[in-house]
């Protein structure tokens, strides 16, 4: 609009600049502007141009949007991209170890992704949640899916169609994954059971084709998978069908970023690189290392918004302790201003004392920075980032809330320094820890038994608030309760605790199975079993009866006959009738017919 001003224009930009940093920081300096624009308008009618946020000093250090250090990494990654919009499959693999920048350098990706009008959706396992069956692979889909619903009736019924073409008869095992799909494909039928063998492969086929819908000519889909250190198994099985059949993929770019100190030899990832590259399927593998002294030096020079002739020296001090960890770097600097060791001027300019700086102790780990910035909390705050850090990388604040007995208002009151000081963010009502050095510098202040004990407090608190009669095995939360239960099992001391725990681990087992994720499943069968030392047949017959024919069809669908055939036999004598035994009988033959044993089957 020619009537506005064009440095109205120009601090409206500066409003909404990409990078938070480069916005106006203070609303003393959004004003002193305005005001000057307002003075020159009242007398003259018109502005003339001037140098915008000369009042706006902020005294706080701004994690930096600029990416330093990684120009070569992120264009390799932008080219592989390029290959799968050209319709071939692609698949890249970033390495480094923890505050590294490996999540930075994909979130780096995202705009020029978008840009060629493909999808970018993403999913991050965590330590705490790895027995969860294709959890990160859930989060992928959910939000996609989620992405779907916003857009017009047109592209929803071209979904629609697409996914009812993929799924065919077989979209409720997706539906159950993922509900909110429902919505976009309507209800769907029943799908017929089916032995262990074949239903884990019928639902692995159903899972390749809906990941494989999801991309086209038209919209190619960037799938980014972080933390895949933590990865399940069921998750390791849809991976390596992508690598086994490429082809199959078209359009689709798989991202992974992992922690490779956390990773050996046996590791199943390992086994999978080593795969891949033995049948040499596409796969880009990019280690970062450490940031430079100059990449150091340039990034401390921007986020103190002055030159590098300035920093140099700051830099080199910084860099002896961070060894060019870039979320070192940034956390160092805060540490320092925290402690008066950086000073704004009343002109703006952050000022330093070089030969103080010399004799000064930076913490000699991220995770102690983090600790350092926890231990100035309040005791309350404190209190509950401990038990936000037991409940994961990731929680609801209505869940947090729950098991502190406090209402979320005041969930969020004592939580504000946290969030003020970048400790935790919030998503709607999802609150994340900014870092996972951030969740594991919370959880350090607890010891092993304090650990236990607020993991089972977890257990309980979402125990006690399952509504009455519901189905154990349909709850959204399963899995996270039998996680909670597992990591605070040395708090279960009497047999009433502990056959609860047990009947939440065979649920939890029932719902992987469903899932086909028969390894989580079994996992599941086996907590149960141990928290039964020396059961009783008699009391817990139909229990133990059940989890037990369960426990060997998931040992079976695994291949691991022996000790099938040795839970059956222990079934078999401990069956009171012979409609039990005709159903460890049936376990049995179903089980070696999956696995092609057919003599033995007759047998």
Same mark, same amino acid.
């Given at each position: 609009n020619p009537k506005v001003p064009k440095i109205i224009s120009k601090i409206v930009r500066q409003l909404l600049h990409k990078a938070p940093e $480069? &916005?106006?920081?203070?609303?003393?300096? +959004?004003? /002193? =502007?305005?005001?000057? @624009?307002k003075q020159q308008w009242q007398v003259n009618q018109e502005i003339t141009p001037f140098p915008l946020k000369q009042k706006d000093f902020s005294n706080r250090i701004i994690l930096p949007s600029l990416l330093v250090g990684r120009d070569i990494d992120k264009k390799q990654l932008l080219n592989e991209h390029a290959r799968s919009c050209a319709g071939e499959f692609r698949a890249a693999f970033i390495s480094g170890l923890s505050g590294i920048g490996k999540t930075r350098l994909i979130q780096e990706l995202q705009l020029p992704i978008i840009a060629h009008a493909a999808y970018f959706t993403?999913? !991050?396992f965590d330590q705490f949640t790895k027995h969860i069956p294709y959890s990160t692979l859930i989060q992928a889909w959910t939000h996609l899916i989620k992405t779907f619903l916003t857009e017009d009736k047109q592209q929803l019924d071209y979904w629609k169609h697409r996914i009812h073409?993929?799924?065919? =008869?077989?979209?409720? +095992?997706?539906?159950d994954l993922v509900p909110e799909l429902e919505l976009i494909i309507g209800s769907q039928p029943v799908v017929k059971d089916l032995p262990p063998v074949e239903s884990r492969n019928r639902?692995?086929?159903? @899972?390749?084709?809906?990941? /494989?819908? +999801? /991309?086209? !000519? !038209?919209?190619?889909?960037? +799938?980014?998978?972080d933390d895949l250190?933590?990865?399940d198994g069921a998750s390791f099985d849809l991976l390596e069908r992508l690598f086994t059949s490429p082809e199959e993929y078209p359009y689709t770019y798989l991202i992974g970023a992992y &922690?490779?100190?956390?990773?050996?030899?046996?590791?199943?990832?390992?086994?999978?690189i080593n795969k891949v590259k033995t049948n040499r399927s596409p796969l880009l593998e990019i280690r970062l290392e450490a940031l430079t002294v100059r990449d150091v030096n340039q990034m401390t020079a921007y986020i103190l918004n002055t030159y590098p002739t300035r920093t140099q020296a700051l830099a080199e001090l910084i860099y002896q302790t961070s060894a060019g960890n870039p979320l070192f770097v940034n956390e160092s600097l805060r540490w320092l201003h925290n402690y008066q060791h950086l000073h704004l001027s009343d002109q703006g300019l952050w000022t330093w004392d070089e030969a103080q700086l010399r004799h000064t102790a930076i913490p000699s780990t991220a995770l102690d920075l983090f600790k350092d910035k926890i231990q100035k909390l309040q005791p309350e705050s404190r209190e509950l980032l401990a038990i936000a850090a037991c409940l994961g990388a990731t929680f609801s604040a209505d869940d947090l809330a729950l098991i502190a007995g406090i209402s979320k208002d005041n969930l969020y009151k004592t939580?504000? =320094?946290a969030f003020n000081h970048n400790i935790l963010l919030k998503d709607k009502e999802r609150v994340y820890f900014f870092h996972d050095q951030v969740q594991a510098a919370a959880e350090s202040f607890l010891d092993i038994h304090e650990k236990q004990k607020i993991h089972a407090k977890i257990a309980k608190a979402?125990? $006690? @608030?399952?509504?009455e009669h519901s189905d154990l095995s349909k709850l959204s939360n399963i899995f996270i309760i039998v996680e909670h239960l597992f990591s605070g099992s040395g708090e279960l001391h009497s047999d009433k605790d502990k056959h609860l725990a047990a009947e939440f681990n065979y649920f939890a087992g029932i719902a992987a199975m469903k899932a086909l994720a028969m390894d989580n499943a079994n996992f599941f069968f086996q907590q149960s079993k141990l928290l039964f030392p020396c059961p009783d047949w008699a009391q817990h017959y139909e229990f133990l009866f059940s989890l037990h024919k369960y426990l060997a069809r998931t040992e079976m669908a695994l291949g691991n006959q022996q000790a099938a055939e040795k839970i059956l036999n222990t079934l078999v004598k401990e069956a009171k009738t012979e409609l039990d035994k005709v159903d460890c009988l049936y376990e049995q033959t179903t089980g070696l017919s999956s696995m092609g044993n057919f003599v033995e089957a007759i047998r």
């Open positions: $480069k &916005r106006y920081q203070t609303a003393i300096g +959004l004003v /002193a =502007d305005l005001t000057i @624009a993403s999913g !991050k073409q993929a799924l065919g =008869d077989n979209a409720q +095992l997706i539906i639902f692995n086929n159903v @899972a390749g084709n809906f990941l /494989a819908c +999801l /991309a086209s !000519k !038209k919209h190619p889909l960037a +799938l980014f998978i250190q933590w990865c &922690r490779h100190n956390e990773v050996d030899s046996s590791h199943r990832l390992s086994c999978l939580l504000f =320094d979402l125990i $006690k @608030a399952i509504p």
